[in-house]
């Protein structure tokens, strides 16, 4: 039976990520806290997202989401975790030829496939809905990050010869990549759609401004959720579980430095006389 093209998935979203092995990831963080506990950061990032994304029930437009994994061998660990996830193997090469494979092998007709990596753990649900909304009309979309590389790109199907040209010849660990990325985009005369700049969590100084992000106000925003609210609740947890002394003194500066705001807002005692003799 061959079912019609309007009725194929028009949606699919991709995690990238690598086996959450001591010292082979997040090792920029592990410098400052210890390879093992970048690792269990890592391997928290992973679970949070495959928990928590896709963000659409269940629908005929909406594929399986997949998860390639980093090194092959580690199909079974990301499958225990990921149950509802299509676990996939990146296969060999840099980066870019296992973006490249992966869109390759799996962009059809009417698809619209978002790629995302495991560094942008709080990764609002809404912005995989405004990518694959700007794919309607753009050919590619791009989630720059603001190191310079990109937390998300999203093609177009079907695939087409012009954008092995996103993936061939790139810097992946330098800081062009999101540029790169839009120039190659201009060069094939396509349409180029972009979401909003985000953090990676690459750093220490990254980390402590992902823990600032969920402990803040909620914004003022009709797509936010009190599951957005429950969901940076948990990863809040799961950081100050791997590394407690350093969610706490995080959590102390801030409380800190809310008291110093308050304290400067309110007049003095002196002020507020002058007031009242006015």
């Given at each position: 039976m061959i079912t019609p093209t309007s009725l194929l998935p028009q949606r699919q979203l991709c995690l990238f990520a690598k086996h959450w092995v001591t010292g082979t990831v997040k090792t920029r963080l592990g410098a400052d806290l210890g390879m093992q506990p970048a690792a269990d950061?890592?391997?928290?990032?992973?679970?949070?997202?495959?928990?928590?994304?896709?963000?659409?029930?269940?629908?005929?437009?909406?594929?399986?989401?997949?998860?390639?994994?980093?090194?092959d061998s580690a199909i079974d660990q990301f499958s225990e975790i990921s149950p509802s996830w299509n676990v996939i193997a990146q296969g060999s090469g840099d980066l870019g030829q296992r973006l490249q494979r992966m869109f390759q092998n799996q962009l059809s007709e009417r698809l619209r496939l978002l790629v995302i990596g495991a560094d942008c753990p709080d990764l609002p649900a809404a912005t995989l809905e405004a990518a694959w909304e700007q794919l309607r009309a753009a050919d590619v979309v791009l989630g720059p990050a603001s190191d310079g590389g990109y937390y998300l790109l999203g093609l177009r199907g079907p695939w087409e010869p012009w954008m092995a040209r996103l993936f061939e010849q790139i810097a992946w660990s330098q800081a062009e990549v999101a540029e790169t990325t839009r120039r190659r985009v201009a060069e094939q005369g396509r349409s180029l759609g972009e979401l909003e700049t985000r953090d990676d969590v690459d750093t220490l100084a990254d980390l402590q401004r992902l823990a600032q992000r969920l402990t803040a106000a909620p914004p003022s925003d009709a797509r936010h959720t009190a599951g957005d609210d429950a969901a940076k609740q948990r990863l809040l947890a799961g950081i100050a579980d791997i590394i407690p002394d350093r969610v706490a003194a995080w959590t102390a500066m801030e409380n800190s430095a809310a008291e110093e705001k308050n304290s400067a807002a309110k007049p003095s005692p002196l002020q507020s006389k002058k007031g009242r003799s006015s």
């Open positions: 950061l890592h391997h928290l990032f992973v679970r949070h997202l495959t928990d928590r994304l896709p963000p659409t029930p269940a629908s005929p437009q909406l594929a399986r989401p997949l998860l390639a994994v980093a090194p």
